[in-house]
């Protein structure tokens, strides 16, 4: 069985239509790339997974109908969503922030170890345990919402655009740490990713958006051979 699966899933914002039927599938401890310009509908099929736009179509969670649970349920299945613009609390500290993401759970030391596991993976965060979030740099607070995303123990992580705005080597240590939470912590991936030489270090294949539509799907070295695919999206 996936762990998501999502069948034919239409939405709107009112009266616009922005996705006409995506099909996708996820195994479990997979990672899977959503490409396509802006626009496309990438964001909005993330929020069709964690229940934040209505949906028609079926998205099946563990081979459940999750569709029209709504957020906070869709979090306490499992899924956790890492929004564009990272969402963090900015009069919270490093270390309230990263709790707050594990406000569900009732096992103390579990939490704990996953504490000290999140600051092994993000040091910079480590070195900042005290401060506020918002006096912490962009880079950080990509980290500090992917940390609070991990410390919900989710089955499966949404990252929107983590890399956006941030310098290579920042982006590329946030990545790094994406890939150790799934080999290590095994966190099934969705990533939106602008930057595909990023997105290609995670996923195991990718679908391509147009204007709401999959317009190919592949494994990343079938896209990866593609001329069309390295041409929009690595840049030759
Ligand atoms: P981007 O990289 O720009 O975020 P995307 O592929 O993630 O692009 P979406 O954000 O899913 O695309 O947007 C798909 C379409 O839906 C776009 O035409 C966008 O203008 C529209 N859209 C997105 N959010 C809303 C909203 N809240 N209300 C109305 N239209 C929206």
């Not at 997974?49 to 306490?76: C, H, K, N, Y």
């Not at 270390?95 to 040091?123: H, I, M, Q, T, W």
């Amino acid at each position: 069985m996936s762990l998501l699966e999502l069948e034919d899933v239409r939405a709107s914002y009112g009266h616009a239509d922005v996705l006409h039927g995506i099909s996708l599938t996820l195994p479990d401890n997979g990672a899977t790339g959503l490409l396509g310009a802006n626009g496309a509908g990438k964001t909005t099929t993330l929020r069709a997974i964690s229940g934040m736009v209505r949906t028609t179509g079926r998205v099946l969670f563990e081979g459940r109908d999750i569709s029209g649970l709504g957020p906070d349920r869709t979090a306490a299945l499992g899924i956790a969503h890492v929004p564009e613009g990272r969402g963090t609390l900015g009069q919270l500290t490093v270390r309230e922030n990263l709790l707050v993401g594990a406000y569900r759970r009732k096992d103390k030391a579990a939490v704990s170890a996953d504490l000290d596991y999140c600051l092994d993976l993000f040091p910079n965060l480590a070195e900042r345990i005290r401060s506020h979030a918002a006096a912490l740099s962009g880079g950080e607070q990509q980290m500090l919402a992917v940390g609070r995303a991990f410390m919900a123990k989710p089955r499966v992580m949404l990252l929107d655009e983590a890399s956006l705005g941030l310098a290579p080597s920042t982006a590329r240590r946030v990545y790094d740490a994406v890939v150790r939470l799934r080999q290590e912590a095994q966190v099934a991936m969705v990533v939106v990713e602008q930057n595909a030489n990023l997105a290609f270090s995670v996923v195991d294949d990718a679908t391509v958006l147009e204007t709401g539509r999959v317009a190919l799907h592949g494994t990343s070295s079938e896209l990866l051979g593609m001329d069309a695919v390295r041409r929009a999206y690595l840049g030759g």
